[in-house]
């Protein structure tokens, strides 16, 4: 990527990875353990491979994707105290393209919900 003139990445993972875990409600911590697992454990793995990239990188993790028409209206941070809830996918994709220019969160990840 860096041979292609690429300098940052801005993935999307979830609420829930690596140090998010304690963010989720109960309910979704059995099913991250179960039904989800698979799926877990690749966000897992996607995140190693963005903080190994040698990039200047940052990770989103937003809650539940909805649908929903974009409001403006969410929270982020690097807080524990912000829990999984519902976000429209048009309100992450805002959230996204500000991480191309911001360095706010420049090595770090990020949640959003």
Same mark, same amino acid.
């Given at each position: 990527?860096?041979?292609?003139?690429?300098?940052?990445?801005?993935?999307?993972?979830?609420?829930?990875?690596?140090?998010?875990?304690?963010?989720?409600?109960?309910?979704?911590?059995?099913?991250?353990?179960?039904?989800?697992?698979?799926?877990?454990?690749e966000? +897992? =793995?996607?995140?190693? %491979?963005?903080?190994? *990239?040698?990039?200047?990188?940052?990770?989103?993790?937003?809650?539940? #994707? @909805? !649908?929903?028409?974009?409001?403006?209206?969410?929270?982020?941070?690097? +807080? =524990?105290?912000?829990? %999984?809830?519902?976000? *429209?996918?048009?309100d992450?994709?805002?959230?996204?393209?500000?991480? #191309? @220019? !911001?360095?706010?969160?420049?090595?770090?990840?990020?949640?959003?919900?």
């Amino acid at each position: 990527m860096q041979a292609a003139g690429v300098k940052r990445l801005v993935v999307v993972s979830s609420i829930g990875v690596g140090d998010s875990k304690d963010q989720v409600p109960l309910a979704f911590k059995m099913l991250m353990k179960t039904v989800l697992k698979a799926a877990m454990e690749e966000k +897992e =793995k996607q995140e190693a %491979a963005v903080r190994a *990239s040698g990039l200047d990188w940052v990770i989103v993790r937003p809650g539940g #994707l @909805t !649908d929903g028409p974009y409001t403006g209206n969410y929270k982020f941070g690097l +807080e =524990k105290s912000i829990k %999984a809830g519902q976000i *429209s996918r048009a309100d992450v994709a805002e959230f996204v393209l500000n991480q #191309l @220019t !911001d360095d706010t969160f420049l090595h770090q990840a990020p949640s959003i919900s």
